[in-house]
């Protein structure tokens, strides 16, 4: 198998989060545990899961973003100039809500030399002799999400206005992660499989967005964001479709978007989901530059705990490998075990068979390292 990032068997990030650390957490909540007695707990549990990722056979190791409660809310909110606030509503998915928590922007944008998940990745980097990898979410996702109102802050007139400054705080940002240790970095990314779906994209435009270009406008994003990327590190991003408590928003195949996706985003890499017939073909695949890049195919669902038949599974990467070269392909589950901290519906043991499962297969299609 690869022994550079994205490896042939790889993982989003997320993992459910165990019962001790959800008891932590509300005791945190409720003001009977302090916040050192809730960071031990962290620690505690972190060690645990990159001891399981080791002993499920991945080469790489997450801290399963077990300090955190959502995705993407955490990472914005920690940066200066924009807070996590509390709305009428929360985001809408199939037939359940979250919680009514959204972002504003009451300040330029600007990436803070204190953020906490700094702190995160170096305390996964002591942990592990693997490739420690940090998720965070993408800037497209900022943009995509703020409500009509969310920009209150006289540094901007319109949610457009933020571009440069969010482009630039990421530019920081991954120097800063980088400076840190880390080599292997991911951005999460919901906003691209939205622009595949008409209902996501009316619902944009009604949030104030101009849809027209948005496409060529995120890959100018990315591109700005990761300028500055450091020859030895390498950049990938999950396109996600939603994944709060086994539901999803999305649906529709990357068409739309592949070529300014695949060949224009200067990403090292592509975590694709392809669980489901939502996300369409693989056809989309031949914008992928030959000799450049990795897909990584979302084969593998985290939405519920019964294994694939593995033999659908390779029959699915050889369709895949009808569009992209195989050597250009890997697999993984098709999203986190739990982008929030209630997580999807499945066990532990589950979601260990699921990750064990898709090591397995990198190694009969790949070959193993």
């Not at 991945?58 to 940066?79: C, I, P, Q």
């Not at 292997?184 to 944009?204: G, H, I, M």
């Not at 530059?289 to 659908?312: A, F, I, Q």
Request: aromatic share 10%; hydrophobic share 40%.
């Amino acid at each position: 198998m690869s022994t550079n990032p994205p490896f042939r068997a790889d993982i989003v990030g997320s993992f459910l989060r165990p019962e001790s650390l959800k008891s932590a957490r509300a005791e945190h909540l409720a003001g009977r545990l302090d916040d050192a007695g809730l960071r031990a707990t962290e620690d505690e549990q972190i060690v645990s899961v990159v001891t399981k990722q080791a002993d499920a056979g991945l080469r790489l190791a997450t801290d399963g973003e077990f300090r955190r409660s959502w995705w993407h809310f955490d990472f914005f909110g920690g940066l200066n100039g924009v807070e996590v606030a509390t709305l009428d509503h929360g985001i809408q998915f199939q037939g359940v809500q979250t919680a009514p928590q959204g972002l504003r922007v009451t300040d330029a944008i600007a990436f803070a030399d204190d953020h906490p998940m700094l702190d995160h990745f170096r305390f996964l980097k002591a942990t592990t002799s693997a490739v420690p990898k940090m998720s965070i979410p993408a800037p497209t996702v900022m943009h995509f999400r703020l409500e009509q109102d969310a920009v209150a802050s006289t540094a901007y007139e319109t949610r457009d206005d933020i571009i440069d400054d969010l482009a630039a705080a990421y530019r920081v940002a991954v120097r800063s992660f980088y400076d840190a240790g880390c080599r292997y970095l991911q951005f999460d990314d919901t906003a691209w499989a939205y622009l595949c779906s008409d209902v996501e994209l009316e619902k944009a435009g009604a949030r104030g967005i101009d849809v027209t270009g948005l496409a060529e406008k995120y890959s100018r994003l990315i591109n700005q964001s990761i300028a500055d990327k450091p020859d030895d590190m390498v950049i990938t991003t999950h396109v996600c479709r939603g994944n709060f408590r086994s539901t999803w928003i999305s649906s529709g195949g990357y068409e739309p978007v592949a070529e300014q996706l695949l060949d224009v985003c200067a990403y090292d890499g592509y975590f694709l989901e392809y669980d489901s017939e939502r996300a369409g073909g693989f056809d989309p695949l031949r914008f992928l530059p030959k000799g450049e890049k990795t897909v990584v195919l979302g084969l593998v669902t985290t939405k519920s705990g019964e294994l694939e038949h593995r033999d659908v599974v390779k029959r699915r990467i050889d369709e895949a490998a009808e569009f992209a070269p195989l050597d250009q392909l890997a697999l993984s589950p098709q999203c986190g075990f739990a982008s929030t901290e209630e997580g999807n519906i499945l066990t532990e043991d589950e979601q260990w068979a699921k990750v064990r499962e898709v090591v397995r297969l990198a190694d009969e299609v790949w070959g193993a390292a």
